[in-house]
C-alpha cells in the first residue's frame, strides 16, 4: 500500500520492500529444540536485564541462606528441648507417685501430682516432634531452593564466560 504525504502539492510515493528486512534465523539451527531455544532465549536477553536477573538470583540465594541458618538453629533448640523433656520424664517415671514434684510458674513454684506432670511432658514431647518434623520439610525445600539457584548463577555465568 502506497503511503502519501498529504500537505504538499506534490504527492510522493513511498514503495515499501515486497520482503521483510530482517529474519529472526539463527545460522546453522534447523529445528528449535530446547536448547536451541535457551539459545535463542539467551540471545536476546540483553546484558542489563542479565545482570538484573543475575543480581535478584544471587539476592534470593542469600535469603534462602539466612533462612536455612534460621531453622538449622531453630531444630536445634526444640532437639535440645525435647532431650530435656525426655530426661525430666524419665527422672520423674522412677518416683513413687505420692512423691512432691513441683513445676515453675512465673517466680513461684507449684506442687502438681506425679501423673498429671508426666502427662504434660509427653505432650510437649510429641508437639516438639511435630515441629521438628515440620522444620526438617522447610529445611529440605530452603536447601533445594538453594541449590537451584545456584545452579542458575553458575549456568549464568557460565553463559556469559562462553559469550
Known sequence: MPLTTPNTKHQTIIKLPAKPIATHRIPHTPSFSASNQTNLLKMSISNEALGKLLREIEAQSVATQQQ????????????REMRL???????????PADTGVYEGVGKMFVQIPVPSLQTKLEGQMKDMQ??????GKRLHYLETTA?????????MLQGAGQA
Do not use: W, Y
Open 68 to 79: 536455612i541458618s534460621l531453622v538449622r538453629t531453630q531444630m536445634g533448640a526444640k532437639q
Open 85 to 95: 523433656a525426655q530426661l525430666t520424664r524419665s527422672e520423674i517415671s522412677s518416683l
Open 130 to 135: 511435630t515441629e521438628v518434623e515440620s522444620m
Open 147 to 155: 541449590k537451584n539457584s545456584q545452579e542458575h548463577i553458575n549456568k
